[in-house]
């Protein structure tokens, strides 16, 4: 077995040992802590398939600012230890079942007699001076532009609907008119003073008379 063969086993060990902790950590902390460590092992694993681009990104994007904001989210958040912990218990047969259908499935695709060297030869190594990045941008802007720019067109259609969503009016919510604040000016609009005599409720005796009997 060679060096190179070792560490993919020991690098996808970990990331389906830490995927595992990820579902089944009962605390949320713990639980973003493991998933960033299997997108690290996972960036290893592109290393290792010469896809430096990709790893280098996984790690600066989703390792980078992605888990941090899901781990600064969780952390601002009071989350029910113990709700979560009923629900893990409530779901876990039908997670086993739904996790073992997929590994099944995973099995029956991607198994030697689909995927094997035999009928897919390993890919010839690259020099040293070749850059995995030049290749990709290259394909993606000659190649495969017209769906790049579809895919960046449809990214921006959601980031506008989503802008929209949470800009829209609620009929329940109160806003403040900062214009109109800053428009007022010193006079009946601002504030007015009425002059209303003091009535006491039924059953209750006003000051002025209580002050009275006392004085009496």
Do not use: C
């Amino acid at each position: 077995m060679g060096f190179e063969k070792f560490l993919f086993y020991v690098f996808a060990a970990i990331t389906v040992v830490a995927a595992g902790m990820v579902v089944t950590r009962r605390n949320p902390v713990h639980a973003v802590l493991f998933l960033v460590l299997a997108f690290v092992s996972t960036a290893v694993l592109w290393l290792l398939l010469e896809a430096e681009f990709l790893g280098i990104v996984l790690v600066l994007v989703y390792v980078g600012a992605v888990m941090v904001l899901f781990l600064f989210v969780v952390m601002m958040l009071d989350i029910d230890i113990a709700a979560l912990r009923g629900q893990f218990i409530r779901y876990l047969p039908v997670g086993l079942m739904i996790a073992a259908v997929m590994v099944l499935n995973l099995f029956l695709v991607l198994g030697p007699a689909n995927f094997g060297l035999e009928l897919f030869a390993k890919p010839a190594g690259q020099p040293a001076d070749y850059s995995n990045t030049v290749e990709l941008g290259l394909d993606l802007y000659t190649t495969y532009l017209y769906p790049f720019e579809i895919a960046a067109v449809i990214l921006l259609v959601a980031i506008v609907a989503a802008i929209r969503l949470t800009l829209r009016r609620r009929p329940e919510t109160k806003y403040q008119d900062a214009a109109s604040q800053v428009r007022v000016k010193k006079g009946p609009d601002r504030i007015q003073l009425v002059s209303m005599p003091a009535v006491a409720r039924p059953g209750q005796r006003s000051r002025a008379s209580a002050l009275k009997e006392e004085s009496e």
